[in-house]
């Protein structure tokens, strides 16, 4: 998290008395008391880029990046030499999705300080979500070396690696993590997903709870702790998980896809076709390919729904995007369909 900028070296009245109450509250976690301490000092002092700053980075902690790229940006007309505004700029836009211009600033940021470790965790977190986790690693490598005990830099180097399919390497930044922090949730539920990957269940069911003991409410690690134990054969305890992941967090994709396999294969829970339908369409509505072939399956098979071959064609084709069973599924069916209702189905996708 980017911390609040310090208050002006030159004390300019009553302007700059909000901004230090503004950083005050802001440290406290009154967010909202620190933006409208902000507000008020650039309405006092239009040029006041510390306020603007500052403002910026509570928007950002307050999930508004929109915001907050408003803010640095009048921040970096008033100050284009100033690093902070750029390296603000760049976290509000990875989280806005705008990769190439968060790397731009980030890259901005560090020609003005090549010392700003958080340029560089930035412009890594951009290029681990472009889809270049070697040039990411390079980046956070270079955060670490600035600042050893960067627990930020090691956790996005960590799956960054996991990304890159080194899974020993991002075991050993996320142990780094616990090391340094032994109470990081984050690390916990990122290693037992990298311990899983290498086939390790036992050490990934013992990370994940550790992370639930640790966050209860933390809807992730239910959610993986319920893959890693229907990997074990424990349904149960499986499907107890996903029910409490979907409780946790009412919009998880995932968690609904997996409750859905539940009630199809009956693993943890009475089997029930229609119940698994409704799972698989919460899940397929979010985006989810294997959701949407198994919607597209439930249609053809007339399970829990009723028999649809136009309709399982048409999640077929939606499904196929990112899914080859649901692009094998989609080519099989389409021999089986009349010249009509191929039309139709093809229509509606």
Not at 105 to 115: G, H
Not at 198 to 203: H, M, V
Not at 277 to 301: N, S
Request: with cysteine; net charge neutral.
């Amino acid at each position: 998290m980017i911390q609040a900028a310090p208050g002006p070296n030159v004390y300019n009245g009553r302007s700059d008395a909000y901004v230090y109450r503004g950083i005050a509250k802001q440290a406290k976690g009154d967010l909202g008391g620190a933006i409208a301490d902000y507000t008020k000092a650039i309405e006092l002092k239009p040029d006041n880029a510390v306020a603007y700053v500052n403002r910026g980075i509570a928007k950002q902690a307050k999930a508004d990046p929109t915001g907050a790229i408003a803010d640095s940006t009048k921040a970096i007309a008033l100050k284009p030499d100033d690093a902070v505004p750029y390296v603000l700029r760049s976290a509000a836009k990875v989280a806005n999705g705008d990769l190439d211009g968060a790397i731009a600033d980030s890259t901005k940021a560090i020609a003005l300080r090549p010392d700003d470790e958080k340029a560089y965790v930035n412009r890594g977190a951009a290029k681990t979500l472009s889809g270049d986790p070697g040039g990411a690693i390079a980046d956070f490598t270079e955060a670490i070396a600035l600042k050893p005990d960067d627990e930020e830099a090691y956790i996005n180097r960590g799956y960054a690696k996991r990304v890159k399919g080194d899974l020993d390497g991002a075991i050993a930044d996320f142990t780094k993590v616990i090391t340094l922090k032994p109470g990081n949730t984050e690390a916990y539920v990122n290693r037992g997903l990298a311990k899983g990957a290498k086939g390790d269940l036992d050490g990934a069911l013992a990370d994940t709870s550790k992370a639930i003991a640790l966050k209860p409410g933390n809807a992730e690690a239910h959610l993986n702790r319920g893959v890693i134990n229907l990997a074990r054969g424990d349904s149960n305890v499986a499907f107890a998980d996903f029910t409490k992941a979907i409780e946790l967090n009412p919009k998880d994709a995932i968690g609904h896809y997996y409750l859905g396999l539940c009630y199809a294969n009956g693993e943890g829970v009475k089997k029930d076709a229609a119940e698994a339908v409704r799972m698989y369409r919460k899940a397929a509505g979010q985006y989810v390919a294997p959701a949407q072939w198994k919607l597209g399956l439930c249609y053809y098979e007339g399970e829990g729904v009723a028999k649809d071959a136009v309709e399982a064609y048409a999640w077929f084709s939606v499904a196929a995007k990112a899914d080859s069973d649901a692009a094998r599924s989609r080519s099989l069916l389409a021999r089986e369909l009349t010249p009509q209702q191929l039309k139709e189905a093809q229509a509606r996708t």
